[in-house]
């Protein structure tokens, strides 16, 4: 009986040893998941705002596993897209002002070709000026052809002389 009563005592010391250590293992395993799941989370977070244009984001690197390296590499990422960003919005301010800055010299000339007192050497002069302007409209339009050619490798660069002196003279005449 005494040997029967120490059988069942080990039996429920044993049952407890597992249920306790269950208990604890489930408990870490839920920790473990929940530390690797919440850096996952904030990256999948992060992707979503760059891919809706904020690339502004950052993630807070900590540990030197692979996720930190995914951390490091995203920020790399989003620091050179946030670079491209603003090269493409300047460059579109850029081109935007290169084209209207031609547009309203034509647009000027053209007015004051429809005075009737012009003096005929005026006259020509300003046509001179219009058909300038719509050549250089022409070729910054070509340019702009060629820029996105280059960009999607359907052209290779070509070096070419240029004169600077010639277009810095031009600008000034404008």
Known sequence: NLEKNQIAGFMELQRTTMLVTLLIGSVLIVIAVAMIARPIKAVSEATKKVANGDFDV???????????????N?????????RNDYIHRDFVSNVSHEFKTPIASI???????????????????????????????WK??????KLSELENG???????AFALDEAIRRVILL
Do not use: C, H, W
């Open 58 to 72: 950052r993630l807070t690197v900590r540990g030197k596993d692979e996720l930190a390296v995914l951390a490091q």
């Open 74 to 82: 995203f920020n790399i990422m989003t620091a050179a897209l946030s």
């Open 107 to 137: 647009k000027g000339f053209g007015k004051l070709l429809k005075d009737p007192d012009l003096l005929e050497t005026q006259r020509q002069e300003y046509i001179d000026i219009i058909v300038d302007e719509s050549d250089r409209l």
């Open 140 to 145: 910054l339009s070509a340019n702009v052809l």
């Open 154 to 160: 359907v052209l290779g660069l070509r070096k070419e």
